[in-house]
């Protein structure tokens, strides 16, 4: 546990530098996730291509260093997108002023499944969007699982608009949640204040 008034996690914009603990990250996620018997998702080069290049912005969780010397821990990424996929999305649901989250990773590891993460990223971007992008109606994703559904829906707060089929011909959940602040989310996460800066609209 960290000191009192400081916050445990903070997300900020990833940077080049970050790309080998980005696919470490990826990588351990996705070796665990088959081990469990789930498919990978395989987007580690879109993941790091997307990475300060233009029409995205992907976003990396991390448990910072301290005093006593533990060194900063790279926990998750996600990646927005600020355009949405005419896949399974119907032309009025298309016209409306929407961010995609996609590619979201988190660490495996035992030791910080009580924290979250995933639950962490979806609020922190809830808040995110809510603050930068005043005209956003909509924060939209996909899961192809059914379990995943249930926990984004009953856990994260989002809502299954339908089911369609991929490119692949897997069955995907079309998913969507409204952008929210969470001011006492910020004693949580941190974020740099200048983090909107360089956002693409």
């Not at 029409?55 to 533990?70: K, R």
Request: aromatic letters at 6%; hydrophobic letters at 35%.
């Amino acid at each position: 546990m960290r000191a009192t008034g400081r916050p445990q996690f903070s997300m900020r914009a990833a940077r080049l530098d970050d790309n080998p603990q980005l696919g470490h990250l990826i990588q351990t996620r996705e070796t665990w996730m088959r081990a469990g018997g789930f498919s990978g998702h395989r987007e580690l080069i879109n993941v790091l291509s997307s990475v300060e290049s233009d029409g995205a912005e992907v976003m990396v969780l991390e448990e910072p260093g301290d005093e006593s010397g533990q060194e900063t821990v790279l926990l998750g990424c996600t990646v927005l997108k600020h355009e949405v996929s005419a896949d399974g999305w119907e032309p009025k649901e298309r016209e409306q002023r929407a961010v995609t989250m996609t590619w979201t990773y988190s660490h495996p590891a035992r030791r910080y499944r009580q924290d979250r993460l995933g639950q962490l990223m979806t609020w922190w971007v809830a808040d995110y969007v809510a603050r930068q992008y005043a005209d956003v109606e909509w924060i939209r994703s996909t899961v192809r699982s059914s379990a995943l559904l249930k926990l984004a829906r009953d856990r994260d707060g989002w809502r299954e608009v339908r089911v369609v089929r991929d490119a692949t011909y897997a069955r995907t959940h079309l998913i969507q949640r409204e952008p929210k602040q969470m001011p006492g989310l910020r004693a949580l996460i941190a974020s740099p204040p200048d983090l909107a800066v360089n956002n693409t609209r």
